[in-house]
């Protein structure tokens, strides 16, 4: 049973930053895409940002590129997304989200995901 688990979330105030983090469990990862979804009050669930296990391969979507950064520790098998220049508009509940046999950039398009976390509240404030 694969489990996703969430940290790191908090309130930060508007430039500042927050490094989100995803323990991941319940078998081995190498055929993996990991990624970071996001949903604001009143908003469907958007994508943020993928990598794939093995490769370290990226994909971010355009309102992060070049203030967030995913990243994997395959020795911890978690998962980081650094959050930086953070904006009032990233406010949101962030997910984490991991695909079998899929790639970073399929990972941001596709619909549906194999196994999904519990979510940690990012709050900037103005």
């Known amino acids: 049973q694969v489990q996703l688990v969430e940290s790191g979330g908090g309130l930060v105030q508007a430039g500042g930053s927050r490094r989100l983090s995803c323990a991941a469990s319940g078998r081995t990862f190498r055929s993996y895409a990991m990624g970071w979804f996001r949903q604001a009050p009143g908003k469907e669930r958007e994508f943020v940002a993928a990598?794939?296990?093995?490769?370290?391969?990226?994909y971010y979507t355009d309102s992060v590129k070049g203030r967030f950064t995913i990243s994997r520790d395959t020795a911890k098998n978690t998962v980081y997304l650094q959050m930086n220049n953070l904006k009032p508009e990233d406010t949101a509940v962030y997910y984490c989200a991991a695909d079998v046999l899929t790639t970073a950039q399929a990972m941001g398009v596709r619909e549906g995901h194999d196994y999904w976390g519990q979510g940690t509240q990012v709050t900037v404030s103005s």
């Open positions: 990598i794939t296990w093995s490769a370290g391969n990226t």
